[in-house]
């Protein structure tokens, strides 16, 4: 059996502030095709240093062919909880599993960071995003009050 080309490899890397503008590219096309941005939208991904980094949190980013295609973020919240938050992929790079890759790293990294409980808030009309994060071990939990609009589900998974 042979094994792929490393070329072809999907690699989760760390963010740092050269990706600020990948970040917030990939996020904004997302969002801007099935919603409109919201207050929330503009703050984390005009400043993520300051509103996911500094405060704790965490962002991976992937990359394939030696091209960002994907990322996704971990905001520290209350506790030991952490937000998955602002998980996108370009166009082009899907079908390669790298919504998985970002989703499986994040939950390491959580765990890593002391986290004890992963929620996220999303929208059903997100149908491949909602199988992914059933598939990852998220459960639905009920929802409370919303920074986003466009939040009508809330997951969560024990770490």
């Known amino acids: 059996m ?3 080309p490393a070329q ?12 600020a503008t990948h970040f917030k590219d990939l996020n904004q096309a997302w969002i801007e095709r099935y919603f ?5 939208d503009h703050k984390s991904l005009g400043n993520p240093d300051g509103y996911i980094i500094q405060k704790g949190g ?3 980013m992937a990359e394939y062919h030696g091209e960002i295609v994907g ?3 971990l905001i520290k919240m209350e506790n030991d909880t952490f937000e998955l938050a602002k998980m996108a992929v370009t166009d082009k790079a899907q079908g390669l599993k790298i919504g998985r890759k970002l989703g499986e790293a994040a939950i390491d990294k959580a765990r890593e960071l002391g986290g004890k409980t992963l929620m996220l808030v999303s929208n ?11 598939r ?14 466009r939040a009508d589900i809330k997951m969560e998974m024990p770490l």
Do not use: N, W
Not at 10 to 19: E, L, M, N, Q, S
Not at 136 to 149: A, C, M, N, R, T
């Open 58 to 60: 965490h962002i991976l």
């Open 8 to 19: 072809d490899t999907v690699h989760i890397i760390d963010y740092t502030p050269a990706h």
């Open 136 to 149: 990852l071990g998220f459960v639905e939990v009920p929802i409370d009050s919303q920074d986003y609009k």
């Open 124 to 134: 059903r009309k997100l149908e491949t995003a909602i199988h992914l994060y059933h």
């Open 71 to 73: 990322t996704c973020a």
């Open 36 to 40: 409109e941005m919201e207050e929330l």
């Open 2 to 4: 042979t094994s792929a």
